[in-house]
């Protein structure tokens, strides 16, 4: 099983700041078969990225993702209010598919 | 628009079967996604539970798989979980959705239900 551990764990930003998550995996992901999803409290979790840069349907461009191999990383470019929440990587490159612990973005 | 919705009892009493329905609108389940269940403990992480397809085809969790089964019904559109035995362990949101992209059955979501608590008390 591919363990992905996310850092940190807790990001205090500003709205209007930069952030930057990590998503490292224990074993190579396959073909980048990397995704992001955004969970608000009470709330499903949302597809932000998949194939480890490509943004889904409708997510503005200011989320961006990259990385290969075992190193990953989500930026937003500029925090808007709703971007406040916790954040998953997920690999689907191998069975069982896993989930990070979770990255929460909150507000300094 | 696809849409999904969880539904089943929200309390289930130590070693008993919990069983979940998750009812697809806006797309037949008889199409070429598969469908899958996950997880969420109260205040913890994500956790996939198990996919499948309108064959009736089937992948799971190792950590669950000897207590769950999944099973679907193309005439109401419809799939269904079953996890047997459970524990407070067990305890946890459990949210279906749509399994999109990587080499099937494994994939990500694009679209999610809205989640169910399913207390085991």
């Known amino acids: 099983e591919i363990v992905l551990t996310q850092s940190p764990g807790t990001l205090s930003l500003a709205p209007g700041e930069r952030a930057t998550l990590s998503c490292r995996a224990s074993q190579s992901v396959r073909s980048s078969y990397l995704a992001w999803y955004q969970q608000k409290p009470g709330q499903a979790p949302r597809l932000l990225i998949f194939?480890?840069?490509t943004r889904a349907t409708g997510i503005p461009d200011r989320f961006s993702g990259s990385g290969s191999g075992t190193d990953f990383t989500l930026t937003i470019s500029r925090l808007e209010p709703e971007d406040f929440a916790v954040f998953y990587c997920q690999q689907y490159g191998s069975s069982p598919e896993t989930f990070g612990q979770g990255t929460k973005v909150e507000i300094k | 628009q696809v849409q999904l919705q969880e539904s089943g009892p929200g309390l289930v009493k130590p070693s008993e079967t919990l069983s979940l329905t998750c009812t697809v609108s806006g797309y037949s389940i008889s199409s070429t996604y598969y469908w899958g269940w996950i997880r969420q403990p109260p205040g913890k992480g994500l956790e996939w539970v198990g996919t499948?397809?309108?064959?009736?085809?089937?992948s799971y969790n190792p950590s669950l798989k000897s207590r769950v089964a999944m099973s679907v019904d193309t005439s109401k559109n419809q799939f269904s979980l079953k996890l047997t035995s459970v524990t407070a362990a067990d305890t946890a949101v459990y949210f279906c959705?749509?399994?999109?992209?990587?080499?099937?059955?494994?994939?990500?979501?694009?679209?999610w239900g809205q989640g169910i608590l399913v207390t085991v008390s």
């Open positions: 194939g480890a840069s």
């Open positions: 959705g749509r399994v999109s992209g990587g080499i099937p059955p494994l994939g990500r979501l694009d679209y």
């Open positions: 499948i397809y309108h064959s009736g085809s089937t």
